[in-house]
């Protein structure tokens, strides 16, 4: 652990004592360049997801045999569910009217 700190300790001093550790800041109109090529890329890649997003949506429900397969089914269920859901609370009431 101390042989840790010590080298995590170097590497801070020498981090702190160097600004410029690496690479040199580039000119500024290599930076101009770069914004307006960032600008160009952008919204090129805005368009391309709004196309995407576009053609790549889900098929309704009624395509590929869907809506009998699944949709109808499952509706149906469902209905059931609730309306025997309403019988049993019916009944439910009536036997606590029965037995006070």
């Known amino acids: 652990p101390s042989i840790l700190a010590l080298a995590l300790g170097a590497f801070a001093v020498l981090h702190l004592a160097s600004p410029t550790a690496f690479v040199a800041a580039p000119s500024s109109a290599l930076r101009e360049a770069a914004v307006v090529e960032q600008t160009n890329t952008a919204a090129a890649g805005a368009a391309l997801g709004g196309a995407a997003a576009g053609l790549l949506t889900a098929a309704p429900a009624h395509a590929f045999g869907m809506l009998y397969d699944e949709v109808i089914p499952y509706a149906g269920a469902t209905s059931f569910a609730i309306m025997w ?4 609370g019916f009944v ?9």
């Open 92 to 100: 439910l009431l009536r036997l606590q009217e029965a037995f006070p």
């Open 85 to 88: 859901g309403i019988v049993l």
